[in-house]
T-cell receptor, first 111, second 115 residues
C-alpha cells in the first residue's frame, strides 16, 4: 500500500464548478499535511498547509480527519488557471523534515 | 532573484556516462533535498542535507552521490548512468525550525534523458 494515495483523475470540470479531491495516508504517526500544486513541466509549489481544525484560503478549503487518515481539498468557483496537478503531501515523523508525496490528482478546468 | 536554481535544465546523455547536476539556493535555508520524479509523475525523496550533513538517504543506488560544499549548494553526481535514471530531478530547500510544518521550495527541475 502506498504511503499517500490519491485518485489520479483527471477531473474535468467547467469553470465555476466546485471540485473536491481526497487523499488517504497510511502512517498514523504523520504530523503535518499539505497540498502542493504542480503545473505541467514545472516544479511543485505549496498551495496550503492542512490544519486539524480545517482551514480556508480564498476559494480553497482543506480538511483533515486524523481518525480516518484522510485529507481533502475543496476548490470553489473553479478558474481556468486552477488547471494543474494537486499533490497531497505528508510530513513523516523522524529527525528530519521528510515529505512523502501522493501521485497527484490532475484537474482540468474548461470553458 | 531566483530562490532555488538548478543547472542544467535539460541533460541528454548516453548510458554509462557520469554526469552532475548542480543546485543553489539563495534563501538562507539550512536544509536541502533531492527528489526524483519518474515518468509516472511520482515524486520521491532521494537525499536531504542539513547544514552540509546528510540526514536522509533513501534507498538509492550507490551510483548516486550527493555533495554539499556549503549550506547554499547541494550537487548530485550520477555514475554509470542507466536508462532507468531518466526522470526529472528536483532540488528543494527549507529552513528547519525543528517544526514539521516547514515549506519546501523547489527548483525548476533538471530533465535527464539517458539514451
Amino acid at each position: 500500500r502506498k504511503e499517500v494515495e490519491q485518485d489520479p483523475g483527471p477531473f474535468n470540470v467547467p469553470e465555476g464548478a466546485t471540485v473536491a479531491f481526497n487523499c488517504t495516508y497510511s502512517n498514523s504517526a504523520s504530523q503535518s499535511f499539505f497540498w502542493y500544486r504542480q503545473d505541467c513541466r514545472k516544479e511543485p509549489k505549496l498551495l496550503m498547509s492542512v490544519y486539524s481544525s480545517g482551514n480556508e484560503d480564498g476559494r480553497f478549503t482543506a480538511q483533515l480527519n486524523r481518525a480516518s487518515q484522510y485529507i481533502s481539498l475543496l476548490i470553489r468557483d473553479s478558474k481556468l488557471s486552477d488547471s494543474a496537478t494537486y499533490l497531497c503531501v505528508v510530513n513523516s515523523v523522524g529527525t528530519a523534515s521528510k515529505l512523502t508525496f501522493g501521485t497527484g490528482t490532475r484537474l482540468q478546468v474548461t470553458l | 532573484d531566483t530562490a532555488v536554481s538548478q543547472t542544467p535544465k535539460y541533460l541528454v546523455t548516453q548510458m554509462g556516462n557520469d554526469k552532475s547536476i548542480k543546485c543553489e539556493q539563495n534563501l538562507g535555508h539550512d536544509t536541502m533535498y533531492w527528489y526524483k520524479q519518474d515518468s509516472k509523475k511520482f515524486l520521491k525523496i532521494m537525499f536531504s542535507y542539513n547544514n552540509k550533513e546528510l540526514i536522509i538517504n533513501e534507498t538509492v543506488p550507490n551510483r548516486f552521490s550527493p555533495k554539499s560544499p556549503d549550506k547554499a549548494h547541494l550537487n548530485l553526481h550520477i555514475n554509470s548512468l542507466e536508462l532507468g535514471d531518466s526522470a526529472v530531478y528536483f532540488c528543494a530547500s527549507s529552513q528547519d525550525y525543528g517544526n514539521r510544518r516547514v515549506e519546501q521550495y523547489f527548483g525548476p527541475g533538471t530533465r535527464l534523458t539517458v539514451t
